[in-house]
């Protein structure tokens, strides 16, 4: 069974559109989410989240987790051509070793 | 600063041979991650290790073996290779409750 539902699975959109990326999980209790961006090889890291309702933000990026939801949204603002990649979202939870479950991704390709 | 380095970047095997996928961290992470990616896949958790001296498996750890004698190295060691282990390999470390550290894969094929 999946725990981590990432959503939609591709996405194709114009340079300056801004998208929202949606991660959902089936677990009540973990201990963080995290987002990772993947171009060409490793993913790298993006944000991590512990916390309801607080926004974390980096440049054109922002995210934010419902936790009532079970779920975390992932928006680009202004995308540019730098930004296609395939973004992962993670879930870590409690009494696992420090495991990470991950999603299958949504691949965004931002187009000029 | 290396980070995660993991060797080779590229592999072609032959059914049924054997080799080992090389990781190494210097970040003194407790807690190193062996994952596949399949194309259009997510991660996928193989085997995991918490310190030196303890390895456990994670979701699809059927045909690979780990170790973990130092900190800092955390190999891969397919016995015997099939056709459903050709996959991109990632290793990654982390600190207990921090994002995780990925070296940049190997890609398998195995023919």
């Known amino acids: 069974e999946d725990k981590v539902v990432q959503s939609p699975l591709s996405l194709v959109v114009h340079e300056g559109d801004t998208v929202t990326l949606n991660c959902s999980y089936e677990v009540t209790n973990f201990r963080s989410l995290l987002w990772y961006k993947q171009e060409k090889k490793a993913p790298t890291f993006l944000f991590m989240l512990t916390s309801s309702g607080i926004e974390k933000k980096s440049g054109r990026l922002s995210s934010i987790l419902d936790k009532k939801e079970l779920s975390s949204i992932l928006n680009i603002t202004a995308t540019q051509t730098g930004d296609s990649a395939i973004y992962l979202c993670?879930?870590?939870?409690?009494?696992?070793?420090?495991?990470?479950?991950f999603g299958t991704g949504t691949s965004l390709t931002v187009i000029p | 600063n290396a980070g995660v380095t993991q060797t080779p970047k590229f592999r072609i095997l032959k059914i049924g041979q054997s080799m080992t996928l090389q990781c190494t961290q210097d970040m003194n992470h407790n807690y190193m991650y062996w994952y596949r990616q399949d194309p259009g896949m997510g991660l996928k958790l193989i085997y995991y290790?918490?310190?030196?001296?303890?390895?456990d498996k994670g979701e699809v750890p059927n045909g690979y073996n780990v170790s973990r004698s130092t900190t800092e190295d955390f190999p891969l060691r397919l016995e015997l290779a099939a056709p459903s282990q050709t996959s991109v390999y990632f290793c990654?470390?982390?600190?207990?409750?921090?994002?995780?550290?990925f070296g940049d894969g190997t890609r398998l094929s195995i023919l």
């Open positions: 990654a470390s982390s600190a207990s409750n921090q994002p995780q550290h």
């Open positions: 290790s918490v310190g030196a001296g303890i390895t």
């Open positions: 993670a879930v870590v939870l409690p009494n696992t070793g420090n495991q990470f479950y």
